[in-house]
């Protein structure tokens, strides 16, 4: 079976001798000491070079009588002079030269120049395989079933499992193995103040479901044609930037472009009920609300984006007010495996990575950035990096029924799983979004199909939070996201066909193998918005007679506490389906709902009670969360 491989860069070799001047280590006795890596698919005419700290200006006039240009990589517009420098990008500048040299010999060249800390080949990223686009066989007008029980008119809503799994795709699909975000809608479906970038190919902009929530930079759109009009650096970059062909105008028409973009841009914001296809995670309520969708194109076509272009898409994104950035895309899990070697070799990148992190965000919610990588489709035992590396949220893929998919990366450098599909067992199990093709719609898996769930979650909880009046720290903000989870260890269990890639066949494996090798577990958008609020939730599932433990609520002494009562709004009654009044049984709620869904209810207790004190009186405000009840093979709970 052809499997879906997601974007990704070939694995480049590079040079062993990496003494990096800026950390310390004496690079004055030889030349090639600077260079940072090899000039393996580099290209020609073309040398990176970051001048030491001190040098205001940097210029390589006839060097070995080549002439050469020198310019800096990072574009320097009105907004971001500033943070340039104190980040120290602005010391990086493209030096250009005669094709026809001799590229290690510049390198070397250049290297031994007093003002240079060090060089970089600028290297030409490509696609190791193209993505398989599945067309959407149902009619994206109109489903099978009704609509009455989804929350929004998406006519294909009923087939996201990925979004709400009650098994309605099949026989596969395990209730619960999804991302909660129906609960969550309860609470926020997106707002419009916060920007997601998505790197990646060129995002169809004018797609029907998705044209209304494209990030527009304004000044640009009522602008003139060819002039920067905002003066940020870049001419009529209306939706966004095309790093690979360095212009405004985003592209996806070309007969080699793929639908690897648009798909994932649908799952983090397509539009939600607007009476058409598919629902996004963040797409709003039909009012022109969802988050906005940034396009920062790094391939086109079968042209791509060098290292340079890809760094500059990080800058670009957090100077044009990014939140979370996309990254579906990255290295072959085998070229680097640990953080010292992943920084000696992609030091350009992994620095406009840091510029994000630190530059990103909108200030009215959080003070930077947050950053995405989808961990890889080499089925390997190691995430691939950027995604490994230890600030930025690696994430893996499972199937609908809760099993690993059968090409995710996991292990070292995941740090969550979600939603990628396996169309092993048929093409539903995959996930459905937007594409190019005529019908606008169809199936795709991978890592980086998980990985626009998990931006578009974190979109979700910040459009939560500037509607609340937080304000967030970005690094507390990322370890709330990655610690909105359930344990998907358990599910891991007996034998299942998993791609061996390098054979191009199915292998038998025993599971066991991706317990505790999925990060904290499968993300619940949901959750991520009751920490937020710091609201502790219970959950059951309809028609359970269970009694819920306190323990966590209270105290572990929580069956010697005298619980007095259990609140519950009318409404609340009504949406859960509760009929017969909570009572406590052992220090544990008893309370049976017979529909899905969550509500808030009020816990009270007393203690200290006694012969001369009547006891203090304590409540905590409690989110139950109703799930739908299990299946034969396993279920959400």
Not at 194 to 210: E, S, T
Not at 271 to 286: D, K, L, M, P, Y
Not at 429 to 457: F, K, N, W
Not at 594 to 608: D, E, H, S
Request: a negative charge.
């Amino acid at each position: 079976m052809k499997q879906l491989l997601l974007l990704s860069l070939p694995c480049l070799l590079m040079v062993g001798c990496v003494r990096d001047m800026e950390r310390g280590i004496d690079t004055s006795t030889e030349s090639c000491g600077k260079i940072i890596n090899s000039p393996t698919n580099a290209i020609a005419g073309e040398i990176m070079v970051k001048a030491v700290e001190g040098v205001e200006e940097l210029s390589f006039d006839n060097v070995s009588t080549v002439e050469c240009s020198c310019e800096p990589i990072f574009a320097r517009g009105n907004n971001n002079r500033e943070s340039l420098a104190e980040s120290g990008l602005d010391r990086w500048y493209m030096v250009r030269f005669d094709e026809n040299c001799d590229l290690e010999s510049m390198a070397r060249t250049i290297a031994a120049d007093s003002r240079v800390a060090y060089v970089e080949y600028n290297k030409a990223l490509e696609r190791r395989n193209e993505p398989e686009l599945v067309e959407a066989s149902m009619d994206i007008e109109a489903t099978t079933r009704a609509l009455d029980d989804m929350p929004y008119d998406d006519p294909q809503l009923p087939y996201q499992w990925n979004l709400m799994n009650d098994g309605f795709v099949g026989e596969r699909a395990v209730i619960g193995a999804d991302v909660n975000v129906f609960d969550a809608w309860k609470y926020t479906t997106g707002d419009s103040r916060i920007i997601v970038a998505v790197v990646d190919n060129g995002i169809r902009v004018d797609h029907p479901d998705l044209d209304g929530n494209m990030w527009v930079n304004e000044a640009e759109l009522n602008g003139v044609e060819g002039v920067d009009d905002d003066e940020n650096g870049y001419i009529d970059d209306i939706h966004g930037y095309n790093f690979c062909d360095d212009k405004g105008e985003i592209t996806w028409k070309d007969f080699y472009d793929t639908s690897h973009a648009t798909h994932v841009a649908g799952i983090i914001a397509a539009e939600t009920n607007n009476g058409r296809g598919v629902a996004g995670i963040a797409g709003g309520s039909g009012n022109n609300d969802g988050v906005r969708i940034m396009s920062c194109q790094v391939f086109s076509s079968y042209n791509v984006a060098t290292t340079a272009g890809f760094a500059n898409a990080f800058i670009y994104a957090a100077d044009n007010g990014a939140s979370v950035i996309n990254n579906s895309w990255g290295y072959e899990a085998s070229d680097v495996a640990t953080d010292s070697a992943y920084l000696e070799k992609y030091s350009l990148l992994q620095e406009a990575i840091d510029y994000f992190e630190q530059n990103g965000g909108n200030p009215d919610v959080i003070d930077g950035g947050i950053v995405v990588f989808a961990g890889g489709n080499d089925g390997k035992p190691l995430a691939m990096y950027p995604a490994a590396f230890h600030d930025i949220i690696g994430v893996a893929a499972f199937a609908p029924d809760f099993m690993a998919a059968n090409y995710t990366n996991y292990g070292p450098g995941i740090n969550v799983c979600a939603p990628g599909g396996d169309k092993f067992y048929g093409d539903q199990y995959e996930v459905v979004s937007t594409t190019l093709d005529g019908r606008g719609y169809g199936y795709m898996q991978g890592t980086s199909m998980a990985c626009p769930h998990v931006s578009g979650i974190a979109a979700l909880g910040l459009s939560y939070a500037i509607q609340k009046g937080y304000k967030l720290s970005a690094r507390e903000y990322r370890d709330l996201i990655v610690t909105s989870t359930h344990d998907i260890d358990k599910y891991q269990t007996g034998y299942a066909n998993i791609y061996d890639k390098e054979n191009k066949e199915f292998d038998y494996v025993d599971m066991s193998r991706y317990a505790g090798a999925l990060g904290t577990g499968y993300i619940d958008a949901h959750l991520l918005l009751m920490q937020l609020d710091q609201i502790p939730c219970l959950y059951t599932s309809t028609g359970s007679d269970e009694p819920l433990a306190l323990d966590n609520l209270f105290s572990e002494a929580a069956h010697r506490i005298n619980f007095t009562e259990c609140i519950v709004s009318q409404q609340c009654e009504d949406d859960l389906g509760i009929s017969d009044a909570p009572s406590f049984e052992d220090g544990k709620l008893c309370i049976k709902c017979t529909k899905p869904g969550t509500g808030r209810i009020t816990i009270k207790a007393v203690i200290g009670t006694g012969s001369v004190t009547e006891g203090m009186e304590i409540e905590r405000e409690v989110e139950l969360v109703v799930r739908r009840s299990k299946a034969e093979n396993g279920g959400w709970l």
